[in-house]
């Protein structure tokens, strides 16, 4: 990551709950930026960091439970009329990449980083913020499943942060299904989905013609339609036993 | 101090060489892409990005 995302860290101690998270992160964090009109970045990951580093992946519903519940308080109770999700599952690149350029950008709304794979926390929010009357935008990943893999494997021998075959099927078949629903049901338009489509890039060219002026994909739900995850067949093939711990190449 | 921007101004300010750049990096670390040399980044670059050089 060419910069460090906002939030800093604090000394180590991990909080024992869900509550221990929001509260301290909340005062420690997001509400100089509550009150300062910066971005409000809010993100599982981001609050591991802060905690010293709490990657185990047994406390990662902690993290998950405790952004979420900060994000539905956000929605409800700051002044901040603009939520974007950063979606898609884990190692796509969803926070080195859209998440750092929004960063980078001056955007000054809600950005809630999450793998977007639960389909009815998925809609509370949106409905929570279409009755709050916050404009809402969705940046997703589209990840080649092996390349997101090796990521995720790299970075575990790098930081320490273990993404077990479950999370990772969990988090790319579910951010599939849970837009692709969101879009057929009407919660979301597709004039408020941006989805970049990683999956088919093989050359530098390819990936810098994905940035430019209709990198997005036009049509989102057209996309996800196509896409038919088998999550057994995910979970055998992406087993971590089948890639080296140190260079993520594949051995089996 | 960085001028703010609104969610409409968000997809234009996403179209630059930084995004385009930590998207190379990410790939390339992830052997999804092969590596290229910085020279051949920069012409690449300049070939789909030079309104946002100038």
């Known amino acids: ?252 | 101090m960085q001028k703010k921007i609104s969610i409409k101004q968000l997809d234009s300010a996403l179209n630059n060489r930084e995004f385009a750049k930590n998207l190379l990096t990410l790939l390339q670390d992830i052997g999804q892409i092969p590596r290229i040399s910085e020279d051949d980044e920069e012409k690449l670059l300049d070939k789909y990005l030079v309104s946002a050089k100038q």
């Not at chain 1, 308080?73 to 901040?80: A, F, Y």
């Not at chain 1, 009755?131 to 092996?146: D, F, H, P, S, W």
């Open chain 1, 1 to 252: 990551m060419s910069k460090k995302l906002p939030g800093g860290s604090e000394s180590p101690g991990f909080p024992e709950t869900v509550e221990d998270i929001k509260r301290r992160y909340y005062e420690r964090v997001l509400l100089a930026k509550v009150t300062s009109g910066d971005l409000i970045f809010v993100s599982g990951d981001e609050m591991k960091n802060f905690f010293g580093g709490d990657y185990a992946p047994e406390r990662s519903d902690l993290y998950a439970i405790a952004s979420y519940q900060t994000i539905e308080k956000l929605i409800g109770e700051s002044s901040r009329k603009e939520l974007v999700f950063l979606a898609g599952g884990p190692g796509a690149g969803k926070t080195e990449i859209v998440g750092q350029g929004i960063v980078d950008s001056g955007y000054s709304g809600i950005l809630y980083d999450t793998t977007f794979s639960h389909l009815d926390g998925v809609k509370h929010l949106i409905n929570m913020a279409r009755q709050n009357e916050l404009e809402v935008r969705i940046y997703g990943i589209l990840a080649n499943l092996e390349r997101a893999r090796v990521h995720t494997i790299i970075r575990e021998h790098k930081i320490g942060r273990e993404v077990p075959v479950e999370a990772f099927v969990r988090g790319h078949v579910g951010f599939v299904e849970t837009l692709r629903t969101v879009l057929q049901d009407g919660d979301l338009a597709e004039s408020e989905v941006r989805l970049l489509d990683l999956r088919m890039v093989r050359t530098a060219e390819e990936a810098i013609q994905k940035v430019v002026a209709l990198g997005w994909e036009s049509d989102p739900l057209v996309v996800l339609e196509g896409v038919d995850y088998n999550r057994n067949e995910i979970k055998g093939k992406y087993a971590k036993e089948n890639f080296d711990k140190t260079t993520g190449q594949r051995i089996k």
